[in-house]
């Protein structure tokens, strides 16, 4: 038994959720999501919740009734209070800024790297080195924010580049001199 799967969705006031098969449909004030599971789990919309069960009782649909369930969630929790991560820039003259809606990072390079945001994105800069990624689709937020860390990953000697907010990063010891 999935103690993740058997839990039901609670499903708040202003989120309107639909089942049609194996497509599920989430709008609320955020924006709207669609995503087709997968035909090993079963999705029932009970009132205000959503349950989710396994077909049978193979290895398969026991692996893919967790994962549904939390997909499931997160597009509720998504359109109803939003995504957001939070990146660090750590490096002397690393900064960033926005263009509109687009994001401009100065990391170090001959030139500065523009991104501009997917569809439900958004960014905020706080101060020049802090990054908000803002979305309700939890999937693109995340994808998003890497894309934005790999411009300049953090290096393990001097801890220079972009980071997530509270992420720990391994340091090197440099090489010592000649004795």
């Given at each position: ?6 839990q ?7 989120v309107?959720?639909?089942?049609d ?10 924006g ?9 789990v ?6 205000q919740e ?9 290895g ?11 997909l499931?969630a997160?597009?509720v ?8 991560k939070?990146l ?15 994001l401009?990072l ?8 523009h ?15 802090n ?10 937020v995340?994808?998003t ?5 790999g ?6 000697y ?11 990063i ?10």
């Amino acid at each position: 038994m999935s103690r993740i799967g058997k839990q039901p969705i609670p499903v708040p006031a202003g989120v309107e959720v639909t089942v049609d098969g194996q497509t599920v449909r989430v709008k609320g004030s955020k924006g709207t999501l669609e995503r087709t599971l997968r035909p090993e789990v079963t999705i029932a919309l009970e009132g205000q919740e959503v349950r989710v069960g396994p077909v049978n009782d193979s290895g398969m649909a026991r692996a893919q009734w967790g994962l549904s369930r939390t997909l499931i969630a997160n597009m509720v929790e998504g359109v109803s209070k939003g995504f957001e991560k939070h990146l660090e820039l750590a490096g002397v003259g690393y900064r960033a800024s926005k263009q509109g809606e687009r994001l401009v990072l100065a990391v170090g390079f001959s030139h500065p790297v523009h991104i501009d945001p997917p569809a439900g994105i958004s960014f905020e800069v706080p101060n020049p080195t802090n990054v908000l990624v803002k979305g309700f689709d939890r999937e693109t937020v995340g994808e998003t924010a890497a894309k934005i860390r790999g411009v300049r990953p953090p290096e393990p000697y001097k801890g220079k580049g972009i980071h997530y907010k509270g992420e720990r990063i391994r340091r090197k010891v440099g090489k010592t001199g000649k004795k």
